[in-house]
């Protein structure tokens, strides 16, 4: 994982963190993150100028989740609501995903494609926790059976999206071999 990615994953859950607990910011002060974030981003474009190929691609993508990751959390300690932290939450799992598919780039064939379903499912797991998160945060009456919901349906978008890879996996094989870890895959993800 590069540098920068490391740094960005780190500010986000950091700028998070301090959105979810902390009051709402003034608007002069979400205006000058924004400015900042903006400059952030064209010196974070610039620095892959000189790059060339996937590389060139995995930086630009890699400043461009920065970016969205910065405004979505920006706009949660501005806004304050749980709604704008589910978004946050959200654009994270998006701009990580699409980080991740442009890494996938280097590889080809069925490594390629199991990448990427390696990626879809990590970005599926972490759309339904932020889900749960934010139906857990729902103070109705009702949260209790939203949240027992919301659980399920994380948990079977998970186990479809884990049954994906390893279906895609068993693609590299043929004839019997691949049969056998198709079913395999089938009866470990209750797919019938």
Do not use: F, P
Request: proline residues 0%; aromatic residues 4%.
């Amino acid at each position: 994982m590069s540098k920068l990615m490391i740094s960005l994953l780190a500010g986000a859950g950091i700028a998070l963190s301090g959105a979810a607990g902390a009051a709402t910011m003034s608007r002069d002060a979400y205006k000058a993150e924004k400015d900042k974030i903006e400059a952030a981003y064209k010196a974070d474009k610039a620095a892959c100028k000189g790059m060339s190929g996937n590389a060139k691609d995995v930086c630009m993508e890699e400043a461009k989740a920065k970016e969205k990751i910065a405004k979505a959390d920006n706009e949660a300690a501005y806004k304050g609501t749980e709604k704008a932290q589910y978004d946050a939450r959200v654009a994270r799992a998006e701009a990580n995903y699409a980080v991740a598919k442009e890494k996938c780039d280097d590889r080809t064939g069925n490594d390629k494609d199991v990448c990427i379903k390696e990626a879809k499912a990590a970005e599926v797991k972490a759309k339904a926790d932020a889900k749960v998160a934010h139906v857990s945060n729902d103070a109705t009456h009702t949260a209790a059976v939203k949240r027992t919901d919301a659980r399920k349906d994380a948990t079977d978008d998970k186990r479809d999206a884990e049954y994906k890879v390893a279906v895609e996996k068993c693609d590299a094989m043929s004839g019997a071999a691949k049969s056998s870890c198709v079913q395999e895959a089938k009866a470990r993800y209750g797919k019938t």
